[in-house]
């Protein structure tokens, strides 16, 4: 069946680059798209008048946490003597109440109502963070089968993993830390997630993708790395890595190897084309290091491998952290692709942020060019997928669509001139109209189809009861965890 989107601004696709065809069309049959352009005067089954609307590729959501984030209960408050990392804050006491906190029923509520949030505001590829399913901190929550189960009814394109590592950060009582070691605990999850990449991969006909997902660089062994990379290999996926994201992590590599995060992963021989570097903030150009501003030793390690960054900049600007900068590692030639890591899962927020922090850190306008961002939620997550047939709107992509309505107050004139500029700078995600995922219209007239999203929101909001519950129970140093984020204002009952 043959449907016609037409009279929009639509960015299409040409000579390995987005372009922008006033008053478009695109057309597109089951799930491929066949037609972009003008001229298309065929029949269409279905034709959608897209006049005073920005007509895109889906955005591709590369780092999503896989839930309602814990993140929000940290809003304007960090641990200073831990770099604002957050590690290890918050400890459980032996004596805390084990029923207190989400069921696992409570999780899948909570990443239910992160994928359908991330679709509603225009994602429509996520690479998943699991608050659900085999965690390396909690262990199984939920089955595999239930977590692609999961997935597929939502009706997204995810590409799913059960993260594994050798060990973790521990806080203590006494608000200290330790790097723990559990590397039979690493090979274990190892074997889980190869066996659930064979398992899943092409899940429901190919809407379902798998990868590898050691956990974080600091808590994974050489050797479980180099099994990871090798494993990827054997089973053609990708693979995922947390790295270079706090700078207690950065001080603790070079004290352990006498390298940084970036160089450890090289030697090892971990870094490729298949390799998403995830948040790749402390790298030596980072001026909060003792290195030369000029030192751009470790982007040039990750630019000569041909892994991607999966850049998430609203989660940590929250913590008063930046990556230096996007822009920064663009130039360089390193492929970079956004996620957004904490909710709200909104990628034209993200896109934003990326946009207005390069030029902070960077002290220049033409530092997060708003090509730079787009090309980050679209190409930049398709290449770290090792895709060419997502990420673009041309003949022979999957017709994964978003269509923007721009003609909005916040908006005004702006659209006029440059609708790409005014997405990045003016547009949020509620400005999104339709969402067509695999060739399925998802989102209409900017509501989600077939799901109540009321009661979406009220079965999230009872994890976030019971999961603040279970916040409430932890300690640091001694004093309840909840003493140390206080609210904005004080409560008028009190």
């Not at 279905?46 to 209960?73: C, S, T, W, Y």
């Amino acid at each position: 069946m043959t449907k016609l989107i037409e009279g929009g601004t639509v960015i299409g696709f040409r000579n390995n680059q987005h372009v922008i065809i006033p008053d478009g069309q695109v057309v597109y049959e089951g799930n491929q798209i066949t037609f972009v352009g003008r001229g298309f005067e065929e029949e269409a089954a279905e034709r959608v008048d897209a006049r005073g609307k920005l007509v895109m590729p889906g955005l591709i959501n590369h780092h999503m946490a896989f839930g309602v984030h814990m993140q929000l209960f940290r809003q304007d408050a960090a641990r200073r003597n831990y770099f604002t990392s957050g590690i290890g804050m918050g400890v459980r006491p032996p004596d805390a109440d084990p029923s207190v906190g989400p069921t696992s029923s409570d999780w899948a509520a909570s990443a239910e109502y992160a994928m359908a949030t991330a679709m509603r505001t225009g994602s429509t590829t996520f690479v998943m963070v699991p608050n659900y399913g085999g965690h390396p901190y909690r262990g199984r929550v939920g089955s595999d089968q239930d977590l692609v189960d999961m997935v597929a009814a939502i009706g997204m394109r995810g590409y799913l993993a059960l993260p594994y590592m050798s060990g973790g950060v521990r806080g203590k009582p006494d608000g200290t830390i330790e790097w723990v070691k559990r590397p039979e605990q690493g090979w274990d999850g190892f074997e889980q997630a190869v066996e659930f990449a064979r398992r899943f991969d092409g899940a429901e006909e190919g809407r379902i993708r798998t990868f590898l997902f050691p956990y974080q660089a600091d808590n994974c062994i050489p050797e479980l790395l180099k099994a990871s990379k090798e494993a990827a290999a054997e089973l053609g996926c990708t693979l995922k890595i947390h790295v270079a994201q706090y700078l207690l992590e950065f001080y603790e590599m070079i004290g352990r190897t006498a390298k940084t995060p970036m160089q450890f992963l090289n030697d090892v021989g971990f870094l490729g084309p298949e390799v998403s570097l995830t948040h790749s903030i402390f790298t030596t150009s980072h001026p909060w290091l003792p290195y030369p501003v000029w030192d751009d030793t470790d982007i040039e390690i990750i630019a000569d491998s041909g892994a991607t960054v999966a850049h998430c900049p609203v989660v940590f600007a929250r913590s008063g952290v930046a990556m230096h900068s996007l822009s920064r590692y663009v130039r360089a030639g390193i492929p970079v692709a956004l996620g957004t890591d904490t909710t709200p899962h909104d990628m034209v927020m993200e896109m934003r942020a990326a946009s207005l922090m390069s030029k902070l850190t960077d002290n220049d306008s033409t530092s997060g060019l708003a090509r730079e961002v787009f090309d980050a939620a679209t190409l930049g997550g398709a290449r770290a997928l090792m895709r060419d047939d997502i990420g673009r709107l041309a003949p022979g992509a999957k017709a994964d669509i978003v269509i923007v309505d721009l003609d909005q107050t916040h908006i005004g004139p702006v659209a006029a001139d440059d609708p790409i500029k005014a997405l990045v700078y003016c547009a949020n995600g509620d400005d999104v109209d339709t969402v067509i995922v695999d060739g399925i219209k998802r989102v209409e007239d900017g509501e989600l189809l077939d799901f109540d999203r009321a009661a979406l929101r009220e079965r999230a909001e009872a994890f976030n009861e019971r999961l603040r519950a279970n916040v409430a129970e932890a300690v640091y140093q001694g004093r309840p965890l909840t003493e140390f984020y206080e609210p904005a204002f004080p409560d008028w009952e009190k």
